[in-house]
């Protein structure tokens, strides 16, 4: 395991190759959701309500349904209903999301979960020390 970045040091960790499945076109405006910090708790409820087949159902949101609904099964009705594309070979995903001045760039790849614990990696939510404070005062 290597060490842990002093200040103000850059972390190198290892990205691996995934299996992604992409959405069919066909099921894209059923099963996309919105980042779930760009909107507010009452719309992401209002899309779980009204579209069983969003991701939402997935992801564990508490706005998709009540505690204890199996994300598990939801995903896996998704699969069994052909919502799903797998890629033809492994590889590392880079997309961007929206269509506004602001438009994140993603990247879907293996990590080691040894990093995390190490503090070499961040949840997307903790990197951007203005969005931590919002998210820690709500």
Excluded: N
Excluded at 5 to 10: A, H, N, T, V, Y
Excluded at 45 to 69: K, M, N, Y
Excluded at 88 to 104: D, L, T
């Amino acid at each position: 395991m290597r060490p842990s970045p002093r200040r103000g040091e850059l972390a190198m960790v290892e990205l691996g190759l995934v299996a992604p499945q992409l959405v069919q076109p066909t099921w894209a405006e059923h099963v996309t959701a919105p980042a779930v910090d760009a909107v507010g708790p009452e719309q992401l409820t209002a899309l779980a309500q009204r579209e069983p087949w969003s991701f939402l159902h997935v992801t564990g949101i508490e706005a998709a349904g009540p505690p204890g609904d199996d994300a598990a099964a939801h995903l896996q009705r998704l699969r069994a209903a052909g919502a799903f594309a797998a890629m033809p070979r492994p590889g590392v995903v880079v997309y961007r999301i929206g269509a506004s001045v602001q438009v994140p760039l993603g990247v879907v790849g293996d990590l080691d979960l040894a990093d995390c614990a190490a503090g070499r990696l961040r949840r997307h939510e903790h990197t951007d020390p203005a969005k931590v404070a919002t998210l820690e005062h709500q």
